[in-house]
């Protein structure tokens, strides 16, 4: 037996954090568990059957480029069929060496880890912020500075403070600014124009890349859309994310990354390393799913539904919350997303009340596991996305139940 | 513009390399160029039928399971397949917790690095090895010790010569030796059974870690099967890396990995934040084809054709290549898998002499691509499942022609 296996590892490998998301998954997977826990869209409304009709026509049309390797670079059709749609629906024009599609966006997340972070780098992010992005550049060594949000997103006025207490050297290391401007996860804000706006100004004048992360844009369900920050900046001072896990399905892991040529360059080069290719088989569905406007459809009709859950979501929870009496306790009212954020009277720990919610079989994910910091004890993350509406009412029940029993007398 | 941003990349991406091949493969897709160079399945083989059927069967069975997001493990369900498959075909017997389904093995190798490697470690390689292995560990910092190859694979016996000149701290440093047993990628050579007994010998005396990378073991067409060596060496001692690459498809970019539980923790740590999982949707097809047993169906005939393929690949290289009577030009007459490496009379450089091979419509990998100190000039490796029956006879005769045309008068 080999026991000395455990003094190979590298650093890297000592410092990785365990994604509390993805260990919290496995323990919920109970059926007679509410969980409002994962970023996951409701299975019911899958286009199986779309799906279905798009994988026959391209292993009937071309079986000997989907199921082939393909160019790290992604496939071409997608790519145009990506461009298109992004001058169609964001106005942004991009040509084919400024855009990469990636497993999905960790990946791209990962990728920019590797290519920007060395150990002891820092990046700006929210508190709180996607943990999945925190855990990719925390795996290339990254450290963080933490910029609170409100109800406006993360407040940007606080960035220049931070800086400002910063020498030159040490604003040399921050390599990017990270942030999900729409429906923020986990907080479900926005992140208003005006703000857009002054990150950009920041940015260019301290010499900061934006990672602007949109997983939900399209999600919409309430007021008028903002457009992208990497629409309002002048080229190459953002790198943006999109991921089709939300508004196809997240079991096939595709997403894309625009950019300058030269960033996309080298995340082209790193992932020649990484995994040559996103596979050309779902990437070919995807195209045959954007061709024929099919995708465009689906997406309406998670629109209409995921709204009619966020608005049940907030209803309910009037309900069973006002009654607490507790002004302490808010939420927020997400224009989009998946998401709601909720913030307890500051006495009470979510991480240490996770027990008693399982013993009433619903599940959340505790705010602290979105702090790099470990704040944010007293806030949690609630999914509205995947629990049917009847879920929504008796989970939220058995919640206001669970905090009721936190409240001091 | 944004100009400034050449200096923000991590040391890491400034040292990552372009993979040779990948850039190769984008040069070579005119359809008149005859192509040895890529390790490319016969895309006239992919079983699309079978795919068409098991990708109706898990849509209609559980569209909810495989275009949900799966756990970072893999499908348990194609775990428990691929553990019942490896005990049926190589007597290995593990468990759920020491196998994990990879984005097929190129994000093994990334994720071994992740792991193992720490900048200024060493890893111990073929001379040749497999590139993409390469430009993995060299991502991360690795740097190398060079074995050369035999008719019988790595040379194991200069291994400890290598190792004493190194001393105690350096031999530290070594965090694995990296060998592709059966059917080499790119000499197509086969480790024998005395020389892997003899490799774990020598790992357990120094304690190092073995990575075994054995994407070809299923395609033999000639001799009897060696075990593998995670089956020969004690538990703990071995990584084993697979892919469905060769024996599936390539495009669905379906690997998995056997090591300890240990090993196998870490690993799916860091695959957490690189891509959360892979495809539950791929991994669901594949479990469909594993399950009904039409995979081992599929192989056997991908054996039948390659087996004829190298045949006549061999016929033909003696057809064209020996009347050139140049007793320094030789090649391997492999026993499985997709390669033959050719070695040259020593004046002659594949890398000067590919673009006269363009010229001439073919295409090879130039040998120094797969050194990693760009040794082996005279040298290249040569694909025969890829091209077809009269493909070979044509691209070997122009191959002639070209070596031919080298010849020191």
């Not at 869209?41 to 082939?68: C, G, H, M, N, S």
């Not at 990469?100 to 992010?125: E, H, P």
């Not at 399905?249 to 625009?258: A, D, E, I, S, T």
Request: glycine share 6%.
């Amino acid at each position: 037996m080999y026991n000395s296996i455990g003094d190979k590892f590298s650093k890297r490998a000592n410092e990785i954090r365990r994604s509390p998301i993805r260990e919290l998954l496995k323990l919920i997977t109970k059926p007679e568990i509410i969980s409002f826990a994962g970023g996951i869209p409701d299975p019911t409304l899958f286009p199986a059957y779309l799906i279905e009709e798009a994988t026959k026509t391209i292993l009937r049309e071309e079986p000997e480029k989907v199921l082939q390797y393909g160019p790290t670079e992604g496939d071409i059709r997608l790519k145009m069929e990506l461009i298109k749609r992004q001058q169609r629906r964001n106005n942004i024009k991009i040509n084919e060496d400024e855009i990469l599609i990636t497993t999905a966006s960790q990946q791209a997340l990962d990728l920019m880890g590797k290519i920007f972070i060395d150990s002891g780098d820092t990046v700006i992010v929210g508190l709180p912020s996607y943990l999945g992005g925190l855990g990719a550049f925390h795996s290339y060594g990254a450290e963080f500075i933490g910029i609170p949000l409100d109800e406006d997103g993360m407040r940007v006025d606080l960035i220049e403070e931070k800086l400002k207490k910063l020498k030159k050297e040490q604003i040399k290391k921050i390599k990017f600014i990270y942030v999900i401007p729409d429906f923020q996860n986990p907080a479900g804000v926005t992140l208003s124009l005006e703000r857009r706006k002054k990150l950009i100004k920041i940015a260019k004048k301290h010499d900061l890349l934006i990672l602007e992360d949109t997983p939900y844009r399209e999600l919409r369900y309430w007021n008028k859309s903002i457009p992208p920050i990497f629409l309002l900046a002048p080229r190459g001072r953002v790198v943006t994310l999109f991921t089709f896990s939300k508004v196809f399905c997240p079991g096939m892991r595709l997403g894309y990354v625009l950019g300058s040529e030269n960033v996309i360059d080298r995340l082209v080069v790193a992932k020649q390393s990484t995994d040559l290719c996103t596979p050309p088989f779902t990437q070919g569905i995807l195209c045959e799913m954007l061709k024929g406007g099919a995708l465009d459809e689906h997406i309406k009709k998670l629109v209409s539904v995921y709204r009619e859950k966020r608005e049940y979501m907030l209803n309910v929870l009037n309900k069973y919350m006002l009654p607490l009496n507790l002004p302490d306790l808010n939420w927020t009212r997400p224009d989009g997303g998946l998401f709601l954020w909720m913030t307890l009277p500051a006495y009470m720990d979510t991480e240490l009340m996770f027990p008693r919610a399982l013993e009433k079989k619903i599940a959340y994910v505790k705010g602290c596991a979105f702090h790099y910091d470990n704040s944010g004890k007293n806030t949690m993350r609630l999914n509205f996305s995947y629990p049917t509406m009847d879920s929504i009412d008796e989970g939220i029940r058995r919640l206001s139940q669970v905090i009721a029993g936190e409240i001091r007398k």
